[in-house]
């Protein structure tokens, strides 16, 4: 029998705690993943990318959407769509990341991979509007970060793929909103949807539910 002294007792103790704790925290973000996301915004010359306060934003409204079936419209190099990865890793759901640029896809799968998130985000290379009909299923939730002069016809095109209850997240809604202003009268005018526009960071994301 061994016997413990009451520091090596309590220190015991204390690690079975932190254990138990890190179980419950199996899906936060590792280290790895938080140098990682930065190594991309401090690559992101072009500053495409959302804000790490967008980004965790995005994060949360997947996991408080218990959303499953996720679609990006301009994923860049990832940045966005990793933050997504980490709250689909407490839903068990996937993403589908779509972006025009040959080059940025090539990068934002790299970054994916990277992450450990291949088996949850799957990037799709060319032009989400030729894309997106060649996805089956209906979405939970859609982030469009694309050109924005483009919203308006993602709406349209989105709007019936959603599921009822279903969210569609839009940035730059806020600095950018004189580039969009068809889309923001649509979300605002269509009886069936309900918006509201936050601003985790200047650039402003509008919450639009899709009631039925
Ligand atoms: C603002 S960036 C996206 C940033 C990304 N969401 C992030 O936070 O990491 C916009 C991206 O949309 C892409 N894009 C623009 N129009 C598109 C389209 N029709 N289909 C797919 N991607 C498109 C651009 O190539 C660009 O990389």
Same mark, same amino acid.
């Given at each position: 029998?061994?016997?413990l002294?009451?520091?090596?007792?309590?220190?015991a103790?204390?690690?079975?705690?932190?254990?138990?704790?890190?179980?419950?925290?199996?899906?936060?973000?590792?280290?790895?993943?938080?140098?990682?996301?930065r190594?991309?915004?401090? @690559? $992101?010359? =072009?500053?495409?990318?959302?804000s790490? /306060?967008?980004? &965790?934003?995005?994060?949360?409204?997947v !996991?408080?959407?218990?959303?499953?079936?996720?679609?990006?419209?301009?994923?860049?190099h990832?940045?966005?769509?990793?933050?997504?990865?980490?709250?689909?890793?407490?839903t068990?759901?996937?993403?589908?990341?779509?972006? @025009? $640029?040959? =080059?940025?896809?090539?990068?934002?799968? /790299?970054?994916? &991979?990277?992450?450990?998130?291949?088996? !949850?985000?799957?990037?799709?290379?060319?032009?989400a509007?030729?894309?997106?009909?060649?996805?089956?299923?209906?979405?939970?939730?859609?982030?469009?970060?694309?050109?924005?002069?483009?919203?308006?016809?993602?709406?349209?095109?989105?709007?019936?793929?959603?599921?009822?209850?279903?969210?569609?997240?839009?940035?730059?809604?806020?600095?950018?909103?004189?580039?969009?202003?068809?889309?923001?009268?649509?979300?605002?005018?269509?009886?069936?949807?309900?918006?509201?526009?936050?601003?985790?960071?200047?650039?402003?994301?509008?919450?639009?539910?899709?009631?039925?």
């Amino acid at each position: 029998m061994i016997a413990l002294s009451r520091p090596a007792v309590l220190r015991a103790l204390v690690a079975l705690l932190l254990a138990a704790a890190g179980g419950a925290r199996a899906y936060a973000q590792s280290p790895e993943q938080t140098a990682l996301l930065r190594q991309i915004k401090a @690559a $992101d010359r =072009e500053q495409l990318s959302v804000s790490e /306060e967008d980004g &965790r934003f995005l994060r949360l409204m997947v !996991v408080s959407s218990g959303a499953k079936r996720v679609l990006e419209i301009g994923g860049a190099h990832g940045y966005s769509a990793i933050w997504m990865g980490l709250g689909l890793r407490e839903t068990g759901g996937r993403l589908t990341s779509i972006e @025009a $640029d040959v =080059e940025r896809a090539r990068i934002a799968a /790299e970054n994916i &991979r990277k992450a450990g998130m291949a088996d !949850v985000i799957a990037v799709v290379p060319g032009d989400a509007f030729a894309a997106i009909p060649k996805i089956d299923g209906e979405f939970d939730l859609v982030f469009l970060d694309a050109w924005k002069r483009d919203y308006k016809r993602f709406l349209d095109l989105v709007l019936p793929r959603l599921h009822p209850r279903g969210l569609l997240l839009a940035h730059n809604v806020v600095n950018k909103q004189a580039e969009m202003r068809d889309f923001l009268a649509a979300i605002e005018q269509n009886p069936n949807l309900i918006t509201a526009i936050v601003k985790p960071s200047d650039e402003g994301i509008s919450v639009t539910v899709k009631l039925r």
